[in-house]
Structure formats: C-alpha cells, structure tokens
C-alpha cells in the first residue's frame, strides 16, 4: 500500500487563505505588514527564492520591499542597510537571503538584524529561545514542517523521531521542536555509525541532507513518516529531494513529496512570522 501525501502545496494554500484575512483586518486598522528582502549578487537560484518569496508576500497583501545590491557590496554597507531597514517602521520584518558573497561575513550580518524583525529566526536571540521552548518566531522549514505533521493529525507523543542533518536552519531546530512535542528525538549527521539502523528505528524520519535520493527504503521502517526536506537541482533542471520518492512511498505511511512538500510551507511560515512580528510592533 502507498503512502498517503503531505500536501505541502494545499496546506499551504489553506493557511495562507486564512493570513490573507488577517492581513485584510490589519490593514483595516491603519497596520500594513512589511518584509524587505536583501539579496546580494547573482546567484540565480537566490534570484529565484528572492522573487517566490516577493510573490507570495503580495498575493496575500504583504507589503514586500526588495533590495538587490551588486555582487560587489560591502559588509559595511549591507549593515548599513539592515541597520537601517531595524529602524523603519513600514519594515516588520527582514530577511537578507543565504549565501551571501564570501567576502561578506553572513554570521555578522545576521547578528545585525533586530531580534524584533528576525523573520528567519538566524538570530542567536531568537535560536536560543527556540531551544528553551519560549518563542515567537520559529525558523520557517521547522515550523512548516510541525504544521504539516500537526494538520496531518500526526501525533508526535513518545514516539521516536530520526533527523538527518544538524544544519542552523533545519536538523537542530527540528530536533528542538520534536523535542517539545515530546518525541524521542535522535539527530544523525556525516559521522553517525549504523544510520541505517537508526533510521530503521524511526516512527518519524526528517531528511535533511542535501544529497538527491540519499535515503531509500532500506533506511525506513515500515509505516514511518516521512519528511524529505532537500532540495536539490539535478543536471536536466529537475528538482528533487534527499529521498528516494519511488522507494520509500511503497513503505511508509505518509511521505511529502519534492516539490510540493515542504517548500511551499517554509515561504507560507515566513509570511506568517511577518505577520506576527506586524502585530507585536503595536504592542
Ligand atoms: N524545503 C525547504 O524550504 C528547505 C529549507 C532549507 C534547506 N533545504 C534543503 O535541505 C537540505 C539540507 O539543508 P541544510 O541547510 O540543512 O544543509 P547543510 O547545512 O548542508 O547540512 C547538511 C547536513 O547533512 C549532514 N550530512 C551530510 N552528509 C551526510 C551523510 N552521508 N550522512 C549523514 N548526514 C550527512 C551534514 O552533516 P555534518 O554536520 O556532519 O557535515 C549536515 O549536518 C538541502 O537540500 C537544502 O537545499 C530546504
């Protein structure tokens, strides 16, 4: 039997018809929602997330300002930048897309940004209350991926949760939220032994590596969820994840797809963090 999709793409569409009414009443009330995004040089893959993110932002009535700075930039001036982007009221919230040029340092960059308007949630303020459970803002892919399993009716109680990867962004704030969801999180990464008996082991595996079909069905239990985060590119332009799709569909009990999956929730999540920090700007 096959496994039943998590449907990323209507998820999304579900919550961002219910944000859209959100950001409908708050416009009624004299509050616009703003996100600038700050991306520097050419990097076409960046060029692509930066103008997804911009669409999604106006289709449900977000005020997005985008900033395009040459490859040639200075940290400097990119501070200068968020610096003054931390002071403008009409801005809720920033979000300066990864990578950056290598001569500009992302860490201190990120550090610049306000915690009040850390959207991403990169700040080691906002990571540090992530870890102890008290937060506003969460990292958009872990927090896309919790609404998936939670809308999906997931129940994360006790059981045992494998994650593949221990990346800033995704595996340590994944594991963190599995944590507080009270699962028995164990988190795996390039020099785990046996990752294919601990994968085994899993009621709910998140893949988060960066290799195409790194994970087929030998490394999943039978009726595991499955939740593939990767995105790669492969040589004819296609995208697709860190799972073996094919594979792993026929044995788990629910699987997300790539694309379709998680993506589209990680852009419907920064909206969302949008729209919070908006609020708590009134407060
Ligand atoms: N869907 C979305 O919205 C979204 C958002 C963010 C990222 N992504 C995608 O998700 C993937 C992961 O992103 P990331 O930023 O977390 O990547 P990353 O920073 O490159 O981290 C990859 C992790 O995988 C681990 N790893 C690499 N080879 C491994 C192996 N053979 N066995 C076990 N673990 C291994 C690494 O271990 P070490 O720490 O030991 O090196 C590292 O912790 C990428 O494809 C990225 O494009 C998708």
């Known amino acids: 039997m096959g496994a039943i ?72 001036e990119l501070i200068q930048l968020v610096e003054t982007l931390n002071k403008d009221n009409s801005v809720h919230g920033i979000l300066v897309q990864l990578p950056l040029p290598k001569h500009i340092d992302a860490e201190n960059v990120l550090l610049r ?46 059981k045992e949760c494998v994650v593949v990867g221990r990346s800033n962004i995704v595996g340590k704030p994944i594991a963190m939220l599995l944590l507080h969801s009270n699962a028995t999180v164990t988190i795996c990464h390039s020099k785990t032994r046996n990752l294919k008996e601990i994968c085994r082991r899993a009621d709910v595996l998140v893949v988060a590596v960066g290799k195409p079909k790194f994970i087929n069905a030998d490394y999943v239990k039978d009726g595991a969820v499955v939740i593939d985060v990767g995105i790669n590119r492969l ?45 708590l700007s009134r407060q």
Not at 247 to 273: D, F, H, Q, R, W
Request: aromatic letters at 6%; a negative charge.
């Open 5 to 76: 999709i998590l449907n990323g793409k209507e998820i999304s569409q579900e919550i961002r018809k219910d944000l859209k009414a959100k950001v409908d009443e708050l416009k009624q009330n004299g509050l616009h929602p703003g996100l600038a995004v700050v991306l520097v040089g050419n990097d076409p893959a960046s060029r692509i997330y930066v103008n997804n993110k911009k669409k999604a932002c106006e289709e449900i009535g977000i005020r997005s300002f985008e900033y395009i700075l040459p490859e040639k930039t200075t940290e400097e």
């Open 113 to 158: 940004i306000s915690p009040d308007k850390d959207v991403d949630s990169f700040h080691p303020f906002n990571m540090g209350r992530v870890m102890i459970g008290d937060y506003y803002f969460l990292p958009c892919t872990p927090a896309g991926i919790m609404e998936l399993l939670i809308r999906s009716g997931i129940n994360l109680v006790g």
């Open 235 to 279: 040589e004819d332009g296609k995208i697709c994840g860190d799972v073996d799709f094919d594979s792993v569909s026929e044995k788990a009990s629910y699987i997300t797809p790539v694309p379709g999956g998680v993506g589209p929730m990680t852009i419907t999540m920064l909206l969302k963090n949008t729209i919070m920090s908006a609020e």
